[in-house]
Every structure is written in structure tokens, then in C-alpha cells.
């Protein structure tokens, strides 16, 4: 535990209200919160529970949409609710800074890396364009970015997820703030790779005595980061505790939810024992490239109709290159991928109409994945209009029963935007919008890694109950160990592109496991606090920054 210190943020009765049907609605209900210098705390709670509203405010700021409509916010002495704007923007990046959950969607791509780390120091004048790149690369080393003094120079396209998450860690201590907001800065991240953002980000803050807010809703992250836990739903306090106490024995009926492990697990499901059955997808000897970068090797598996493929390994492994050569995205530059025992087009520009229809997918990123300028009727009922020919009262019905098969209202979504939308609830009108061209096979990205553990099970659940109705065959892309337990038949092992094990799920589970199987396993986070730096005394750093890096 910290020592109690100063105190550098003190919000006291915080409300916001949120703008929705041309009336303002109070979404974050008069809420609490000390921070002290060098204090970590961690806010949890399921999507929509007001975590990432309640750090934005924490900088003086409401997003678009939103207003803060009462109560105090003080940061070392300064009044934040009451401060001009430019006085705010003066503060944001110098003395607080945000790190965002998708560094992919914060990063500007037509920028280096290095270009935007040092945008902050040179323009608040701490530091000049050389001695910012230096300092760049000296918080490179201490992150074990790869290439530490290389890297910045690449553009954000240019590096694997993990790398461009922790380099904008560094970013945000450009100016040594002394306070960051992490905004799920490790929820799209495989397991190995989440272990060596943990670890930096947790040496950044105590090298520097960082205070620190960490927004997540994985609860064996957040035991590991946090000296103090907040537990929020639906924009309330439920309770706080130190993190000990608060995983020993918490004390509402909603954190014992929380804390309750992942009860769903549908029963396996066996391929067809027929000879002469047809998987509905199959991937054979499929070799791929970006440019002249070989980045799949000799890649081969099958996935038959009702059943679930799980597909895993740590970032820049070729899961989600796999996927982009079965949509047609990236044509393969050796062996084919079959529909139905019939060969694809490698390009899904020579594909039909209805060969596009039957396979659909479920991107990682909803940020990035939904248009911010349309409404959700819109953007759900495009693929039923193009692939159904539904019009008029039919397309608006089609979209009020998407809507409902992933419990979303209609009559109060239906012409909302993406920003007014939680992150789980983004995702979900993902899950919509592939559904609305009625496919038989979907590739599932990431499709639960933005949701809370709660929510995160009743998608699963509703994925389960679309494959028993509709017989849907999923590739399910996931670092979440946890969720291929649930919902996965057969599990597929990739690393550096090629799949070094793969079997159904219960033999996958059982040792004698692969090396990098095992990797995987014992990297998945428990919930005790002592566990990551266990993990790190064990393993050594180098170790563990070798698997990240890959």
C-alpha cells in the first residue's frame, strides 16, 4: 500500500448529465473520490456504469454530449468546474494526462510516433524538439518498447497493438504529469502482452510517483494496478475499499457479482463424425504477406456449421491477418480458403453478392469499426437493405428486432448516434449489424474484450443461443482464455503465423500443452494482488518482454 499523501484530486457530489431525446438526463449521480500523490485508484464497474465519464471529469472535461452539472472538482487546489478553458487546455497533457483504450483510434496515422510524443512538451515549452526525442527514447527503454531508440520513427500502423499501447504510456509521461487517466489501456490486448503493459505501466507510476485513475472492468487487472478500489453501476458509488480488503471481502451483493467467476460453459459439440462431411470454411495451406513481409506460414484448419473455432496467441501472431484472407481482404499468396468444399475468389471484389452475405464479421475495435455521423437505424439496417431488399416498414421492423436480440432498446436507440453509446453497447450494435445480413458463418473479433464480465457473459450467452437457431459457424479471434472456455469447441494455437496446436477445447486445456500454449495459459490474471509481480520474479523480465515482443 501507498502511505497516505497529499491529496491531488478531490471530487466531491460529481454530477453529470448526459443529452438524449432533446432532454438533459443525470447519468453520474453525486459521486465521491480522494486521490492522493502517488496513489493508484481503480474504478470498476459493467459498461454504461459511468468509469470512463468520471475520468474524463477528472480533467474538467465532458465529451460531447455530456455537461458537468454540479458538485467540485480539485486538483492540487485548482478548482477545475470553475476554471476558463484555456487554462484547462493548459493543464491537460502538462499536469494530467488521459490514456485512451484504443491507442489505435488516438493515434494520428499520418504522423510518426515520435512526432506526437513530443508535440506536448515542445508546445507547453518544457522541453526543446531534441531533447524531447531523446527523453522519448529513454521512456522507450524503461517501457522495453523493441528498438527503443527506432521505433518512435515508425508510423502508428507500423507497430504491433501492444508496442503502439505502451508508447502512448510514454506519451502521456512526456511532460510527467502528475496525474494519468487509463481508460482500459490493456483490454484488446492478448495475455502476454497485457503482462508487459501492466509491468511498464506499473514502473512508470512508481518511478515517477505518479497518481494514477485506472478505468477497467477486469477485475485481476485492476488487483494487480490498484492500491484503492471504486465500485460504480449505473453512474453511483457501491462501495470502496482498499484492494486487500475489497478482494478478501467486499461487502455489496453487486462487487460479490462481480468478483463471481464466469459461470457459462455450453457443453463442447463434436465435428460430424460423417467421412464425408463438409466443414462450411476451410483454411488450407494458406500463405500471406504485406508487401514483402511473409506473415502467415502454411496455415491450415476447418470449421464445421453450429460449431465454434477459437483462434489465439499473442499480438502479430496472423489471427486476425487469418480472418482478413477468409473475407477476401488479404488474398492469399499460396493455398485457397474453401465455402461449402467450393473454392473463394482470393479477392472479395470477385466475390457474389451472396457469397459476401454468408460471411460476416465482428470487428475488434467499435470506435473505429462504426461510423460516428449515422444513426444505429442506419448502420444495422444498411446490410438488410443491401443483402434482403428490405424497405420501409419491413427494414424498420428487421432493425427493432436486431435491436432486441441484443437487448438493446429500440424505441431509445433506434436514432442514436455511436457517441452516445457505452463501449459495450457500440460493440453490441456490431454484433447487430453482422446479424442483419442473416449469414451462416461469422468471424467473431475481439467481440467481448470491451465488455465487463457481466455483460461480456450475456453476450455470450446470446451468441450461443443465435448458433443453436440459426446453426452459425464462428471463428472466435480472443486473448480471453476465459471465453474460450465458455463458448469454444475447438481451439486453434497460432505464433508468428503459424498454428503450432490445435485440437477440441478439453484436450487444449489438458497438459502435456505445446511451450507457447503454455505461455498463454500461465499468463491469464488471477485474482490476487501479489500475482503479476509472482509472474515477474519467476519468469524474469527479459522473458516476459521476449513474448511481448514478438
Not at 452539472?69 to 468546474?81: A, N, P, R
Not at 462481480?258 to 500463405?287: C, G, H, T
Not at 502479430?316 to 484472407?325: F, L, N
Request: net charge negative.
Amino acid at each position: 500500500m501507498v502511505p497516505k499523501k497529499d491529496v491531488l484530486l478531490q471530487i466531491k457530489d460529481l454530477r453529470i448529465e448526459g443529452y438524449s431525446d432533446e432532454n438533459w438526463i443525470e447519468i453520474v449521480h453525486g459521486v465521491d473520490l480522494t486521490l492522493h500523490k502517488g496513489e493508484v485508484l481503480g474504478l470498476i464497474g459493467e459498461s454504461g456504469a459511468g468509469k470512463s465519464t468520471i475520468g474524463l471529469a477528472a480533467m474538467g472535461f465532458a465529451r460531447d454530449g455530456c455537461r458537468i452539472s454540479g458538485g467540485s472538482i480539485e486538483f492540487d487546489g485548482m478548482e477545475l468546474t470553475t476554471t476558463p478553458e484555456s487554462d484547462l487546455r493548459a493543464l491537460r497533457g502538462s499536469r494530467i494526462a488521459y490514456v485512451a483504450q484504443s491507442a489505435a483510434a488516438s493515434f494520428n496515422p499520418a504522423h510518426r510516433i515520435i512526432d506526437q510524443h513530443t508535440e506536448a512538451p515542445i508546445q507547453y515549452r518544457i522541453q526543446k524538439r531534441v531533447e524531447a526525442q531523446e527523453d522519448a527514447m529513454e521512456l522507450y527503454h524503461r517501457l522495453r518498447l523493441p528498438n527503443p531508440d527506432e521505433i518512435g520513427f515508425r508510423y502508428p500502423h507500423q507497430v504491433s497493438g501492444g508496442q503502439l499501447q505502451r508508447a502512448m504510456t510514454a506519451m502521456a509521461m512526456a511532460c510527467r504529469p502528475d496525474l494519468i487517466i487509463f481508460d482500459e489501456p490493456t483490454t484488446a490486448l492478448d495475455v502476454t502482452t497485457q503482462i508487459e503493459v501492466l509491468a511498464a505501466i506499473r514502473d512508470i507510476v512508481d518511478q515517477f510517483n505518479t497518481a494514477a485513475i485506472y478505468i477497467t472492468h477486469d477485475l485481476a487487472v485492476v488487483a494487480q494496478m490498484a492500491d484503492t478500489i471504486k465500485v460504480l453501476l449505473k453512474g453511483e458509488e457501491v462501495e470502496e475499499a482498499p484492494t486487500e480488503q475489497m478482494l478478501d471481502a467486499p461487502s455489496e451483493d453487486y462487487t460479490k457479482s462481480l468478483w463471481a467467476v464466469r459461470s457459462f460453459k455450453r457443453p463442447q459439440k463434436e465435428r460430424p463424425a460423417a467421412a464425408d462431411a463438409v466443414p462450411i470454411v476451410s483454411v488450407k495451406n494458406v500463405d500471406a504477406a504485406y508487401g514483402k513481409i511473409q506473415v502467415l506460414d502454411d496455415v491450415s484448419f476447418d470449421i464445421y456449421a453450429g460449431m465454434t473455432v477459437a483462434v489465439v496467441g499473442e499480438s502479430g501472431s496472423g489471427k486476425s491477418t487469418t480472418a482478413r484472407c477468409i473475407t477476401g481482404l488479404l488474398p492469399p499468396t499460396k493455398g485457397e480458403i474453401l465455402f461449402n468444399g467450393e473454392a473463394l475468389p482470393p479477392r472479395y471484389q470477385d466475390r457474389s453478392k451472396d457469397q459476401l452475405r454468408q460471411a460476416q464479421m465482428i470487428y475488434q475495435m467499435a470506435d473505429t469499426a462504426l461510423n460516428p455521423k449515422i444513426r444505429i437505424s442506419e448502420i444495422i439496417g444498411r446490410p438488410a437493405q443491401f443483402y434482403g431488399g428490405l424497405r420501409g416498414a419491413e427494414l424498420k421492423n428487421r432493425v427493432d428486432e436486431l435491436l432486441d436480440l441484443i437487448e438493446l432498446d429500440p424505441a431509445k436507440f433506434y436514432n442514436r448516434f455511436p457517441p452516445e453509446l457505452s463501449g459495450g453497447q457500440k460493440q453490441r450494435i456490431g454484433i447487430a449489424r453482422a446479424l442483419a445480413a442473416e449469414p451462416t458463418f461469422i468471424i467473431c473479433d475481439e467481440v467481448t474484450s470491451a465488455l465487463d464480465q457481466l455483460v461480456a457473459e450475456g453476450i455470450l450467452k446470446l451468441l450461443d443461443k443465435l448458433q443453436q437457431d440459426l446453426n452459425l459457424a464462428y471463428m472466435f479471434i480472443t486473448h480471453d482464455l476465459a471465453t474460450v472456455r465458455s463458448i469454444a469447441d475447438e481451439v486453434v494455437v497460432m505464433q508468428r503465423g503459424k498454428v503450432v496446436e490445435q485440437g477440441p477445447k478439453e484436450k487444449m486445456f489438458t497438459p502435456p500443452h505445446h511451450p507457447y500454449t503454455d505461455l498463454l495459459l500461465s499468463s491469464v490474471p488471477e485474482m490476487d494482488p501479489n500475482w503479476l509481480t509472482t509472474l515477474l520474479e519467476e519468469r524474469g523480465t527479459d522473458s516476459i518482454g521476449e513474448a511481448a515482443n514478438v
